[in-house]
């Protein structure tokens, strides 16, 4: 993933005449933090966050607990953090934490621990005006909430505003849990707009149904009677209906701790994940870790759109691959940056002592998103560059 980001920094970099210099310069990590958390059963594990650039604001980005986390992982996202603040506009940097765990063999007593270590090792780094941690792959609300009350232990900060993705109990903003789905949602339709395709019927496969592809599902279920979803899969299984699967149906299933393996409706056939990236689709709303189209199964894509919900979703190669054969890919840093930009609202709320009403948050975020994607058009417009090159460029421009 860490090759993908540097490759799309490149190539924007190149679009734009930089040099080899100005692009180490993008590239370069400011500070890297590294270190063992030892847990009272005896065992241990690797962490990290990586600090990219805090050239705009603090550094900002999620906390992953994942058994594949490592460190050029975490330093790929830290990057892909710092670029996606600055194409959407907001005044931070980037950052990324991850913790090499699978959170599944951990029982809530040892999961509790874990998070609570991690702040123990990092708080002199981290902080409201230094660095704001956030959920990403398997962290949620709940751990959020134990890392900012570790904070507020060591520290005495009563703001909150050290992490956001906090349950809104703890100082959380409403319509943070929806905003990286809803997010995506808002920025393909407003793409379909610039192609004059507003209101068209149109297919989609979801990989990966977590929080962000769960949510994207089921606001499109609202919002989009024309999107119908034929397609999703989990970590378990794929589900396939030619007639559409029910996205609220299939996410209370998830929510109630089920997985797709016992998910049972009329006309819903099981297919693999690697059939999903291969299916008859509009549409394929990548959700679920980095790298799931690749060289390997890329010659097998037929959907004309692709959504990044995930981070890094379609590596270097198969992004050549299909942009040489029109697919459009919707880059990540703008696709998945509802999470963020909502984190941004929620950190100025906890700045400012405010809460703000959900509407009040969704109408900022489609604001962002809209202007992020607007922004993105006009870039590939007049430069002639794909979306993703058009979205590094508008990144590289306010980074500079
Ligand atoms: N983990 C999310 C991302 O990759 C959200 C980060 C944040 O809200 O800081 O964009």
Redesign the pocket.
Known sequence: MLETAHAAIRSAATKLGLDEDAVKQLIDINNEHIFDIKLKNGRTYPAYRVQHSNKRGPY???IRFHPEVDIDEVRA?AIL?SF?TAAVGLPLGGGKGGIEVDPKTLNQNDLEELSRKYVRHLHPHIGPDKD?????VNTNPGIIDWMVDEYEIITGDKTGASF??KTVARGGSLGRDAA?GSGGVIALETLLKHLGKTGQKLTYGVQGFGNVGSFFATVAEGDQPNWRLIAASDSSTGLYCKSGLKPSDLSRHKKNGGSFKEYKADGVSSITNQDLVGLEVDVLVLAALGDAVNKKNMHTVQAKYIVEMA?GPVSNEAFEFLDKKDVVVLPDIIA??G??IV?YLEWLQNKSGEHWSESGVNNKLEKYMTSAVDNLYKTHLSKKVSLRDAAYINAIKNLS
């Open positions: 900002k980005g999620g996202l953090m996606k704001v941690p956030a959920p990403d956001t993705g990286t981070n998945n940056a999470g963020v984190s």
